[in-house]
DNA sequence: CACAAGTGATTGCGCACGCAACTGTTATGC
DNA sequence: GCATAACAGTTGCGTGCGCAATCACTTGTG
């Protein structure tokens, strides 16, 4: 349990009914109105499996051929695609998925192996920029190939075009 | 890097190019023969952000209203589901997609709270049962009632049923 | 210009989890 | 029937990460 010690519930607690809290005296099982036709949860088991699996594929993939870890990856792709190669922890954060706790220590390892540089930020003295290096770039393009050809692999080559049209703009849809 | 201290690469390791490696000598940037289409990466990258965002909401929900975790909620259900309400470890790492080591700890955890009870496996001595407990099935209960109104909100309810329906099918197709 | 309030980044701490090694038990081959 | 292999589960250890507190700097506001 806990996502972490979680001193008091932040969000509101839609009520938590108690041990045995259950709308009615329900004899026993699970009460329906709270259950999922067979195609809903067909959808929504198979969204989360899907996802599971080709993600720890995919990650295995990229480790074993580049010792890379998907957060690593993400990062030094954010910064290849960056203008100028660089870009504020702040900045970086969202791209990579990561607080900006577990950034700093992700930005760490990465110039520790010198695949980025650290530099404070010019305009603003408080900000740190992240910077790829050569070997940065270099490894991330080695990286991309082996990554997006395990991508086309397991999700891409399932569909065909007018499927992953229309796969993109129902994802839209479940953003923000 | 490293998924872990990662010994020796398990895998064939497609080719590492090396620093440097490149097919050939692109002045810069990456080659175009490994980027994604339009349409492609749209799928592709709203399939993760898609996943990365619910989850961590559906998560938050889970925990601030029943301080449950994903993990603590799938062994739970797994076993609110099974025969008898218990199932053997081995049985259980795969609906919780945890190893075993992680399993462990796992049981333990919701042992130590009373939501679950391990005993001896009665026909084989090497295995375990974990068995739910009263209060274990009260819990879940209330929890699915949270966990699948957010499940609606956040995913089932942007589709209609035709979408869901072919939804699951193309899902099934990225599995196994 | 000083002093609060806001913001970027880092650090202390705790925790969940994977891997590899180990213990104990059940199947196999000779 | 005993040795060896396969298997279930646990444990030591290391690691990545989130939260909360903190430091450093910047930007209001009087």
Known sequence: MAIHPS???????????????????SVCGASD????????????????????EIQVELEHELQAAHQLSFSDYF???????????SLRMHDLAKP?????????RLVERLERIG???RAPCPDDARGTEARITEAGRALV?????????????????RFSP????LLAEQFGRLAG
Chains 1, 2 share one sequence.
């Open 75 to 85: 990062a030094l792709l954010a910064l290849d695609k960056a203008e100028r190669g």
């Open 115 to 117: 695949l980025i540089e």
């Open 33 to 52: 109105w709270e259950r999922l036709s067979d195609h809903e949860s067909a959808a929504w088991e198979g969204f989360l499996q899907a996802h599971a």
């Open 96 to 104: 990579v998925r990561l607080t900006r706790s577990g950034l700093t």
């Open 141 to 157: 393009h080695a990286a991309s190939a082996t990554h997006l050809a395990g991508v086309r692999r397991r999700f891409l080559a």
């Open 7 to 25: 001193p008091i519930s932040p969000l509101p607690a839609p009520a938590d009914l108690g041990p045995l809290g259950e709308q009615e005296g």
């Open 162 to 165: 007018a499927e992953l049209q």
